[in-house]
């Protein structure tokens, strides 16, 4: 059965802290995303990665970063966490062009951060 | 930038009737997808589709994809308790692996 794993599914953090977010699956796909979701607004999509070391910024990258240094692996950063980063965090994965399927995302369980 | 919208953003119906989702894109898409969560889940992917004025059938759920790629539905025919939850739509432009998502459509489904 594929997996997205996710790291935390809660979490509460202050003010200015440094916050990471893990996010592993297990199905050799070659993109991965970040998406936060909030009430009204739907899923934005944060950074992306479609390779090892790859990443690109999405719709709302500001005050994120990524790191992707192993394909099955990628992790979101908060250098200094804001109150205005309180949301509900998803990673998800799809196969490259070369892996064939339809492209489907798979999302994992979701992280719920509270930023204090 | 792109941007997906989807109408309506509420939508409470009596079990039984009928209930359609809207979602149009500000740009061409390549292909669209629709995504169900429901409450305290994750999004699980429904279907894909692809071709200009595409329509696929899941049961219940009909899926169509406007003849200019830049609008899509979903129509759940007599809807049951068990189809309670957000849809989203979600497009991506040819040459990008991006996929947008729409605001989502919340279904609550009265027994």
């Known amino acids: 059965d594929v997996k997205v794993t996710q790291s935390s599914r809660y979490l509460v953090k202050r003010t200015g802290e440094k916050v990471f977010l893990e996010c592993v699956q297990d199905?050799?796909?070659?993109?991965m995303f970040w998406y936060r979701q909030d009430p009204g607004l739907g899923l934005r999509l944060i950074y992306f990665?479609?390779?090892?070391?790859?990443?690109e910024k999405g719709d709302i990258p500001e005050g994120y970063s990524v790191s992707r240094e192993k394909k099955e692996r990628f992790s979101l950063i908060l250098e200094s966490a804001s109150t205005n980063q309180t949301s509900m965090y998803l990673c998800?994965?799809?196969?490259?062009?070369?892996?064939?399927?339809?492209?489907?995302?798979?999302f994992g369980e979701g992280s719920r951060l509270t930023v204090l | 930038g792109q941007q997906v919208m989807q109408i309506p953003q509420y939508q409470h119906v009596q079990e039984g009737e009928d209930f359609t989702t809207y979602c149009n894109s500000s740009?061409?898409?390549?292909?669209i997808q629709w995504y169900k969560q429901r409450p305290g889940g994750h999004p699980v992917f429904l279907i894909q589709?692809?071709?200009?004025?595409e329509v696929k059938k899941q049961k219940r759920l009909t899926f169509q994809f406007g003849e200019a790629k830049k609008n899509s539905s979903l129509h759940i025919t007599a809807t049951q308790t068990t189809d309670v939850g957000t849809y989203f739509c979600?497009?991506?432009?040819?040459?990008?692996?991006?996929?947008?998502f729409g605001t989502g459509t919340r279904l609550k489904v009265l027994a």
């Open positions: 998800a994965s799809s196969a490259g062009r070369t892996g064939g399927g339809t492209g489907e995302l798979f």
């Open positions: 199905m050799d796909h070659e993109n």
């Open positions: 990665s479609y390779d090892v070391k790859m990443k």
């Open positions: 740009t061409t898409l390549s292909n």
């Open positions: 589709l692809v071709k200009s004025g």
């Open positions: 979600a497009g991506k432009r040819s040459g990008t692996y991006k996929y947008i």
